[in-house]
């Protein structure tokens, strides 16, 4: 069994408010020494929300980083201290004015392992009350229900094209079993 990288120091490059950077020194097992670059973030929620027709609710966001407008499954940042199930229902209030009352757990991933510690948990929320909680940075999204029949082709076409929303929905394509309701 090879066995794991040792850490011998480590040096904070930048400090922000939504990621951190460090430079580590690792040694590997055969004694060579070199440097891995790594993105702290901190864990998330995806989150496949469904609503009393079997709709899929995606929002469709702009997103910077890559110059465009995204179609994703709702999503954010576990707050320190929150549970993750507590984070779904705080971040489909903010981003799509829902509260589920049924939330399953459909696993979970690292999104970016090679440099980052995030760690999604993938949900499924069902059950939907409208219940909206202001927060900043969501005036701009667009709320967007969609048949779940579309969602594999929705993939395929590459309308839905980040990692998150792909492995969030796999995830629920695949959980379910076949000819299950999809409520």
């Known amino acids: ?83 993750p199930v507590d984070s779904v229902r705080r971040e489909l209030q903010e981003e799509i004015g829902y509260l589920p009352r049924t939330i399953d757990k459909l696993g979970g991933f690292y999104p970016i392992p090679g440099y980052g510690t995030e760690y999604l948990h993938c949900f499924l929320a069902t059950d939907l009350v409208a219940s909206r909680l202001v927060a900043e940075d969501t005036d701009s999204i667009e709320l967007v229900r969609l048949s779940s029949q579309c969602i594999p082709g929705l993939i395929a076409s590459v309308e839905i094209c980040d990692a998150k929303s792909i492995a969030a929905l796999l995830l629920f394509v695949l959980v379910r079993e076949p000819g299950q309701d999809s409520r």
């Open 1 to 83: 069994m090879v066995e794991p990288e040792k850490k011998l120091a480590t040096q904070r490059v930048y400090d922000g408010r939504g990621v951190n950077v460090r430079v580590d020194t690792v040694e590997s097992a055969a004694g060579r020494e070199t440097t891995r670059e790594v993105v702290e973030h901190s864990d998330g929620v995806a989150v496949v929300v469904l609503d009393e027709g079997g709709n899929v609710l995606l929002v469709r966001q702009y997103r910077h980083a890559v110059g465009r407008f995204l179609l994703e499954v709702p999503a954010g940042g576990i707050d320190p201290g929150e549970a």
